[in-house]
């Protein structure tokens, strides 16, 4: 019988975790976390609200629960809550995580950018529905050089509903005093074809705005880091003054991917 022992045998388990997350870290700093595997992103996560406990087996199992490290960001707290070894407050924090991130592009972008072409367009609206699960929609009110005044969250909710009162929008608009507007929500499920409620909204606001004279440039849906206007395949209903810069036709290949 062999009684020798290793380093790692005389070691408490308590020790054995610091080293491994010791490692962990010294693995980002030198790598990035851009370049870590799912599991190990969430495991440097859970460090954060797990002081003395093995947290890669639970990254694991969570990863395996919902999907993907994603799936697990967007879990409702409820749903992470019964998996064990996850208490309220880090269910809370991991649910958190996307509306974090919504808030770090929407600082970012603080200083108004001129949104006058579709590539800051593009970035701009994906950064804004970073993490977004629900359906959302948004009025972007422009000034008469492009320059955004205010961005205004029109609705929020369940996928595929996203009712849109005109009204609401009209005020925001004439609050702002735009000269012009972007209007852009996400679908959530990954199908960027805007749907014929879609496209009768958009002709509702694109009518009442007129009388307003103010232009509605565009309608933007935006599926993760992909998006598209709906003015590029005819479904806008008007012909606006003001024109986004756009590249080639090769380039541009019917929709932006930002991935």
Not at 42 to 51: A, D, G, R, V
Not at 198 to 216: G, P, Y
């Amino acid at each position: 019988m062999d009684n020798t022992t290793t380093e790692k045998d005389q070691l408490s388990p308590s020790e054995i975790h610091a080293g491994h997350r010791e490692r962990l870290r010294e693995k980002i700093e030198k790598v990035g976390i851009d370049n870590i595997p799912p599991h190990e992103v969430l495991e440097y996560l859970l460090f954060l609200c797990i002081p003395r406990k093995d947290t890669n087996v639970l990254a694991h199992e969570l990863i395996n629960k919902f999907g993907s490290f994603s799936a697990v960001l967007e879990a409702d707290v409820s749903e992470l809550e019964k998996v064990k070894g996850i208490s309220h407050y880090t269910a809370l924090f991991i649910n958190s995580l996307p509306a974090i991130t919504r808030y770090y592009f929407k600082d970012r972008w603080s200083q108004r950018p001129t949104l006058n072409d579709y590539i800051v367009l593009g970035q701009y609206l994906c950064d804004l529905f970073a993490g977004e699960k629900n359906e959302a929609f948004y009025v972007l009110s422009l000034d008469s050089a492009c320059g955004l005044i205010k961005t205004d969250l029109i609705y929020r909710g369940t996928i595929n509903e996203t009712p849109i009162n005109p009204r609401k929008v009209v005020e925001l608009v004439i609050k702002n005093n735009a000269a012009a507007v972007v209007l852009s929500h996400n679908h959530p499920g990954g199908n960027m074809t805007a749907s014929e409620s879609d496209i009768a909204i958009t002709k509702v606001l694109v009518e009442t705005l007129t009388v307003l004279s103010v232009e509605v440039i565009d309608h933007i849906i935006v599926c993760g880091n992909k998006f598209s206007g709906m003015k590029r395949k005819g479904q806008l209903g008007n012909n606006p003054k003001y024109h986004l810069r756009e590249t080639a036709d090769e380039d541009l290949n019917g929709d932006w991917n930002f991935d």
